[in-house]
C-alpha cells in the first residue's frame, strides 16, 4: 500500500525567510503533485513533477523530485503571509491516476 | 476556478438520513475522482469514474456508492449516515484515465448531527 509523508506537519515562518518542506512516499511512482488549500477552500494545484530530476518554480515556490530517494520537496523562498495554507503532496499511479495524499503541511507566516 | 462544479456547497442532515453530492467535471474530461477530507483520516481518496464505469476504489465504505451518468456528471450517494461521515467532500476530474492532471471542485461540506 502507497504512504506518503510528509514533514512537517506544521510550519510556523518568518517572512523574508526560507523553509522547506517535504516529501516521502513508499513505492514507485511516476507523478507527484503538489497543492495549495486555504482553510475551508478546495486544492488549488501548484506543480506537476513527472520525473526524476524535474524541477518547477513558480514566484517563491520551488517543487523537485527524486524518484530515487522517493522524495519530494517544496521549498518557499523569502515567505510572505500570503503564502499562509495547507501544502498537500499527493502521488499518483499512472493506472487511474488515483492519488494518494500526504497529511498536509499547515504553514503560517508571521510578519 | 477550476471549472469542476460541485453541489450543494454545504448540507446539513441528520443521522440515519441519505444525501447525494453533484459533481459537474470540466467540459471535456472524462474521469471523474471523489474524495473525502476529514480531521482525522485527512484526504482519502473513495472512488474513480471514468466514462461512466467504475475504474478504481479506494477506502469507500458500503452505505456510500456514486455513479456517473452519460453526460459525465457524477453523483456520491451517502445512506444511513453517521456523525463520523461529517467531512468536506471533494469531487475531481482529469481528461484521461490515467497521467493527467486532476482539478478539484469546492466541494460540498457535509454536516451530519
Known amino acids: 500500500e502507497l504512504k506518503v509523508e510528509q514533514n512537517p506537519l506544521f510550519l510556523s515562518m518568518q517572512e523574508g525567510k526560507n523553509y522547506t518542506i517535504y516529501c516521502n512516499y513508499s513505492?514507485?511512482?511516476?507523478?507527484l503533485y503538489w497543492y495549495r488549500q486555504d482553510p475551508g477552500k478546495s486544492l488549488e494545484s501548484l506543480f506537476v513533477?513527472?520525473?526524476?530530476?524535474a524541477v518547477k518554480q513558480e514566484g517563491r515556490l520551488m517543487a523537485s523530485l527524486d524518484t530515487k530517494a522517493r522524495l519530494s520537496t517544496l521549498h518557499i523562498t523569502a515567505a510572505v503571509h500570503d503564502l499562509s495554507a495547507t501544502y498537500f503532496c499527493?502521488?499518483?499511479?499512472?493506472?487511474?491516476?488515483?492519488?494518494?495524499f500526504g497529511g498536509g503541511t499547515r504553514v503560517l507566516v508571521k510578519p | 476556478d477550476s471549472g469542476v462544479t460541485q453541489t450543494p456547497k454545504h448540507l446539513i442532515t441528520a443521522t440515519g438520513q441519505r444525501v447525494t453530492l453533484r459533481c459537474s467535471p470540466r467540459s471535456g474530461d472524462l474521469s471523474v475522482y471523489w474524495y473525502q477530507q476529514s480531521l482525522d483520516q485527512g484526504l482519502q481518496f473513495l472512488i474513480q469514474?471514468?466514462?461512466?464505469?467504475?475504474?478504481a476504489k479506494g477506502n469507500i465504505l458500503e452505505r456510500f456508492s456514486a455513479q456517473q451518468f452519460p453526460d459525465l456528471h457524477s453523483e456520491l450517494n451517502l445512506s444511513s449516515l453517521e456523525l463520523g461521515d461529517s467531512a468536506l467532500y471533494f469531487c475531481a476530474s482529469s481528461a484521461r484515465l490515467g497521467g493527467s492532471e486532476a482539478f478539484f471542485g469546492q466541494g460540498t461540506r457535509l454536516t451530519v448531527v
Open positions: 469514474y471514468y466514462n461512466g464505469e467504475e475504474r
Open positions: 499527493a502521488v499518483g499511479i499512472a493506472a487511474g491516476n488515483k492519488l494518494t
Open positions: 513533477l513527472l520525473s526524476n530530476g
Open positions: 513505492t514507485t511512482s511516476d507523478r
